[in-house]
């Protein structure tokens, strides 16, 4: 089971990036598939998740307006669009696979699989 995250960059602040998470080795069917970041010096944190049925998404609040997280279950890959990036959105992030309950889908413990992590670098 793989999972492959991929579009990470060096951006300038206000800029756009979008991520690509895909899933390989196994059919993700009925998982969550999320997004979390680990900034230098910090704990890894939630980003964004969406269940499989493509209800509504969850974002942490500093995202909210600026993130899109969407999925094509087709092609089991999962998507976050960011825009409006800030020096604050510099991280590694990672994609994964789960199934939590409503109350746990923001934990990472929550979560099975997960990808190698892409760098997003944003300069002020």
């Known amino acids: 089971v793989q999972l492959q995250a991929s579009g990470g960059g060096l951006v300038q602040a206000g800029g756009s990036l979008r991520l690509s998470c895909a899933a390989s080795?196994?059919?993700?069917?009925?998982?969550?598939m999320a997004w979390f970041r680990q900034a230098p010096g910090k704990e890894r944190e939630f980003v964004a998740a969406?269940?499989?049925?493509?209800?509504?998404?969850y974002y942490t609040d500093s995202v909210k307006g600026r993130f899109t997280i969407s999925r094509d279950n087709a092609k089991n890959t999962v998507y976050l669009q960011m825009s409006s990036l800030t020096a604050e959105d510099t991280a590694v992030y990672y994609c994964?696979?789960?199934?939590?309950?409503?109350?746990?889908?923001?934990?990472?413990?929550?979560?099975?699989?997960w990808g190698q992590g892409t760098q997003v670098t944003v300069s002020s």
């Open positions: 969406i269940r499989w049925g493509n209800s509504n998404p």
């Open positions: 994964a696979a789960g199934r939590p309950i409503l109350t746990t889908i923001r934990r990472s413990s929550a979560y099975d699989y």
């Open positions: 080795g196994r059919t993700f069917s009925g998982y969550s």
